[in-house]
Each structure stands twice: as C-alpha cells, then as structure tokens.
C-alpha cells in the first residue's frame, strides 16, 4: 500500500521560512498528483495546494497563496513544500496526500486518492 512519509517540520519564528519533504519508497510519485494539507488540534484538515503528475499545474488556497510553493524533485522521489513568511498560528501537523486528477488538473479532495494518511510533520510558528 502506498505510504507517504512527511518530513522537514519544526519550530520557525514568525515571518521565517520552512521546506517540508515528502517521500515515498513503494511508488513513483510523478505518477501521481500530491497535496499538502494542515491540520491544528481540534480544526478540520486545511488543503494548502496541490501539484500535477507533469508539474504543469499548481493551485493554492487563499490563505497560503504567494506564500508557498509546491514542487518535485523527481531524481529524489520527493515533493516540496516551501513556506515562506510564515505567520503565527497555531501548531499544525502538515500531510502530504496522492489526489484527484481531472484533465491533467490536481483537485483537492478530502482523502487521500491512494493509500491513507501518513504520520506528518509538525509546524510550530512562534517567536
């Protein structure tokens, strides 16, 4: 079963910046359109943005748009997530999903398209 595993997280000061890693060792992950998603204690899980298979899409949320960026190093099997000027928020535990795909298009879903949720990687943005 496909299992993605996130890395990278940790504590940054407001206004810092952080990249978050996402991995796979049974799977391909060109072969598949991923997103990376949020989740705080007690708050639903929030779509940050997602990637195509080819890299020729990309879409963000409001709320990180102009922030993060969302990319692939396909050498390493891996999809970033780079966060700059954070804010401060709450602690949140950051998951990266396999998504939907729809005319070469990555659409945010609600679960994972393949395989189930990983561990993630907690995000602390304080000073």
């Known amino acids: 079963q496909l299992q993605l595993v996130e890395s990278g997280g940790g504590l940054v000061q407001p206004g810092g910046s952080l990249k978050l890693s996402c991995t796979a060792s049974?799977?391909?992950?060109?072969?598949?359109?991923i997103a990376w998603f949020r989740q705080s204690p007690g708050q639903e899980r929030e779509g940050l943005g997602c990637?195509?298979?080819?890299?020729?899409?990309?879409y963000y949320a409001n709320s990180v748009k102009g922030r993060f960026t969302i990319s692939r190093d396909n050498a390493k099997n891996t999809v970033y997530l780079q966060m700059n000027n954070l804010k401060p928020e709450a602690p949140a535990v950051y998951y990266c999903?396999?998504?939907?795909?729809?005319?070469?298009?990555?659409?945010?879903?609600?679960?994972?398209?393949?395989?189930?949720w990983g561990q993630g990687t907690q995000v602390t943005v304080s000073s």
């Open positions: 049974s799977a391909t992950l060109s072969d598949y359109p």
């Open positions: 990637i195509s298979s080819n890299d020729r899409f990309t």
């Open positions: 999903a396999v998504q939907k795909s729809v005319m070469g298009m990555c659409v945010l879903v609600r679960a994972p398209m393949v395989g189930s």
